[in-house]
């Protein structure tokens, strides 16, 4: 309506509001201000505040540590229910908006409804309260009715200027915008992109892992690999077997983030200990495995600060004899890939599957069970 009506800024004031509970960006609105994409976050008591996307990260990524006092330890705002996060026990209020000024700025104080004059329940209208005015309680429209330039009187009334010409804000920058918001850190395959023809070298590989702040530690055979994970994790060779990579992530003890942690494999060509040596595929496809781990156990964004595991029963792993128990104990990291659409597959009965979820698990096994890989540089050299 705007477009057709001639306005250069259709989309200026049109926001889009996060409307899940058990999100810690909940009642965040996304719109574009001045051609500028901006955020507007409430806090209940405390009013209204603004951010530029960057700080709206940064606050979102501080609010979550339990060390700045906004949420306990072991707080899962994916547990909220159908009410908000931050009214469950144990939330501090008061530290959730410290965190906001300090990262964003106060564009409405919780009294600043009262100073506007609203009504109360029985009908009557309050009075302004006298005092000082609250940094950051301005109206909206004192920037227009003042002239704030330099000489002019800041009391008086704002004389007749032209004002500057807002930019135009197109629906295509604005999608734009939107699609730098959430646009993943890496996108293999895109068209144009830095991985267009995708990873299909070990070399290459090695560095999209450290790309992601994986350590990547290499070993030439079965033993100097079994050394290697001896020395860096305390684990016992002997019930290692055969396994040929590893990773682990970096760990919320260790103030870990997104992706990183340390994956062990083996080179190619490496001596596997029984006759045989790693082939180029071979050494390719464990590398990429073990990076898959770090990717869908790591927060969706790639960056959040990495969540203790919890764990749950895995009914699609056979169970010990004598336990009674259907499955085996699987674990998940909260706010991960794995913990909102694999662990759903795997902690279900396949009665209780809904048809979409029964074809997912077919598919994901069709493709573990009878699919070969293969790299384009060598397609005689294959694994399944």
């Known amino acids: 309506m705007k477009r057709a009506k001639g306005d250069p800024n259709p989309l200026e004031g049109v926001t889009a509001k996060e409307g899940e509970y058990g999100a810690y960006a909940y009642g965040a609105r996304y719109g574009v201000e001045n051609g500028v994409p901006m955020f507007t976050y409430e806090v209940p008591g ?75 329940p029985d009908g009557r209208t309050l ?16 920037s227009i009715l003042r002239d704030t330039s330099p000489g002019a009187n800041p009391d008086g009334p704002r004389p007749n200027v032209i004002p500057a010409e807002k930019p135009q804000v197109t629906p295509e920058q604005y999608k734009k915008a939107v699609v730098e918001l959430i646009r993943p850190q890496f996108q293999i395959g895109l068209k144009g992109g830095e991985l267009e023809d995708g990873i299909s070298n070990f070399n290459d590989a090695v560095e999209f892992a450290k790309k992601l702040g994986i350590v990547v530690r290499l070993a030439m055979s079965q033993n100097e690999l079994n050394t290697l994970l001896k020395l860096d994790t305390g684990q016992d ?9 590893m990773f682990q992530r970096k760990g919320p003890k260790k103030q870990g983030k997104g992706t990183e942690g340390t994956i062990w494999a083996m080179k190619p060509g490496a001596d596997k200990g029984d006759g045989t040596y790693v082939t180029d595929i071979e050494a390719l496809t464990t590398l990429l495995h073990e990076i898959s781990h770090a990717i869908t156990l790591g927060p969706l964004d790639g960056k959040a600060d ?14 010990k004899p004598g336990t009674g128990i259907v499955g085996r104990s699987d674990f998940t990291a909260p706010g991960s890939f794995v913990d909102s659409a694999i662990k759903p597959l795997l902690d279900s009965d396949w009665g209780q599957q809904s048809p979409t979820q029964k074809k997912a698990y077919a598919e994901i096994f069709d493709l573990q069970e009878n699919v070969e890989a293969y790299s384009p540089r060598n397609p005689g050299e294959r694994k399944s």
């Open 127 to 142: 009075d302004a309260p006298s005092g000082e005015p609250i940094l950051g309680s301005r109206s909206p429209i004192e």
């Open 46 to 120: 405390h009013g209204e505040f603004k951010f530029t996307v960057p700080d709206f990260q940064k606050f979102l990524e501080d609010i979550k540590k339990p060390k700045n006092k906004v949420v306990p330890t072991k707080f899962k705002v994916t547990e909220s229910g159908n009410a908000p996060w931050y009214t469950r026990e144990g939330v501090n209020l008061d530290a959730l908006a410290e965190k906001a000024k300090e990262h964003g700025k106060q564009i409405r104080t919780a009294d600043a409804e009262l100073q506007q004059g609203p009504t109360v």
């Open 237 to 245: 060779p002997s019930k290692l077997g055969d396994a040929r990579g």
């Open 306 to 319: 990495q969540e203790v595991y919890s764990y749950f029963i895995n009914r699609k792993q056979s169970s």
